[in-house]
């Protein structure tokens, strides 16, 4: 990807959105999350009597499995939600920071710049993580899933949520995420939004997405805002 194509994506940005899980870190590195998936269709299966009835997209993907169960309002949403943000603190404690992370949250601050979380994880297990790692006091603010699981991205709500807080413009802010629905909801929100290919095959979809520019490395962000 062209430098300028990403320096222009943030030219007059003051106020830099990081998704969590992949700009930051692998949530699910040590505790994988098709295993979490499994756990939370077993416990679905124990207290309902049935196998998890709703379509997810991807099996091994728990967020799915909770975002399902929110809308097609499943009178067992709490509890998968509930197991979901058990799963997501256990799983912070092990987990490590992307390559590069830090040093885009410290090119933030240098830079004049702040840096933000939108994700669709829980607000406490992102904050445990960037208390973990010395980083809580460089962040803020911290948008979680809500507990409307409607609410999570690709839908604009969280982005706009940390707007509110920053009491910032949508065209002074951007959003970088790892996939579609990061990108979906920057643009829903008025927000640019700029992709993190962190697989292969994800730099097509996130283009594909809309996404202003796509990086391969969270150091590509950090080197731009240091040098812009």
Request: proline letters at 6%; glycine letters at 8%.
């Amino acid at each position: 990807m062209s430098v300028s194509v990403l320096r222009g994506a943030l030219s007059g940005v003051q106020h830099v959105l990081l998704d969590f899980d992949g700009p930051v870190c692998h949530v699910f590195a040590a505790l994988p999350a098709p295993r979490v998936a499994q756990e939370l269709n077993q416990l679905y299966q124990e207290r309902a009597g049935a196998a998890f009835p709703w379509h997810v997209s991807s099996h091994g993907d728990p967020l799915e499995v909770v975002q399902a169960a929110g809308q097609n309002d499943d009178p067992h949403l709490r509890m998968l939600a509930d197991a979901l943000t058990a799963a997501e603190l256990r799983a912070v404690e092990t987990a490590e920071l992307t390559p590069g992370a830090l040093q885009a949250i410290a090119a933030c601050q240098r830079s004049g710049r702040t840096v933000s979380i939108v994700s669709n994880n829980g607000e406490e297990a992102v904050r445990r993580f960037l208390q973990r790692h010395g980083v809580a006091d460089l962040v803020t603010p911290v948008i979680g899933r809500s507990s409307n699981v409607a609410l999570m991205k690709p839908d604009p709500f969280p982005v706009r949520q940390a707007l509110q807080q920053l009491g910032a413009r949508p065209e002074e802010a951007v959003l970088v995420g790892d996939s579609p629905s990061d990108v979906q909801a920057a643009i829903g929100a008025g927000v640019r939004p700029v992709g993190y290919a962190n697989k292969d095959g994800k730099r097509a979809r996130l283009a594909n997405a809309g996404a202003t520019a796509v990086i391969s490395s969270m150091g590509d962000l950090a080197e731009a805002l240091t040098d812009g």
